[in-house]
């Protein structure tokens, strides 16, 4: 089937588990839709920025209008990142890279 690849838009081809009848998976690919080794990197960083998301929505939202809650949890996602990049300059004494961020990012 073909598709595109979520992080840059690429057509791919993308190999499906089934029809979306045959099993409880309706019908997901059977690998994440990404056209390189590059972009499966930022899309590992992507879906773990979501979960971490939900996670702080579901944290810090109780008794908070749901926009407001998604807003502060971006935000400490934000900060959070903003954090990893200035501990990795100081560990690594220059400038901090995407294949150093992706690598950290991989290894949670």
């Known amino acids: 089937m073909k598709g595109n690849c979520e ?14 009848r045959d099993c409880g998976c309706l019908g997901l690919p059977i690998d994440p839709p990404v056209c390189s080794e590059k972009c499966y990197e930022q ?4 879906r773990k920025n979501e979960a971490m ?12 209008e749901p926009e407001r809650s998604e807003i502060k ?10 954090m990893i990049i200035d501990k990795l300059k100081e560990v690594k004494h220059r400038e901090v890279t995407f294949d150093d961020i ?7």
């Not at 992080?7 to 979306?20: D, F, K, L």
């Not at 899309?43 to 992507?46: M, N």
């Not at 998301?53 to 908070?64: A, N, P, Q, R, V």
């Not at 949890?73 to 900060?79: E, F, G, T």
């Open 53 to 64: 998301k939900e996670k702080l929505i579901e944290l810090i939202g109780f008794g908070m």
């Open 43 to 46: 899309y590992i960083i992507k």
């Open 7 to 20: 992080i840059c838009g690429n057509e791919i081809e993308i190999t499906m588990c089934c029809s979306g």
């Open 73 to 82: 949890a971006n935000q400490i996602i934000v900060l959070f990142n903003q």
């Open 102 to 108: 992706s690598s950290l990012f991989i290894s949670l």
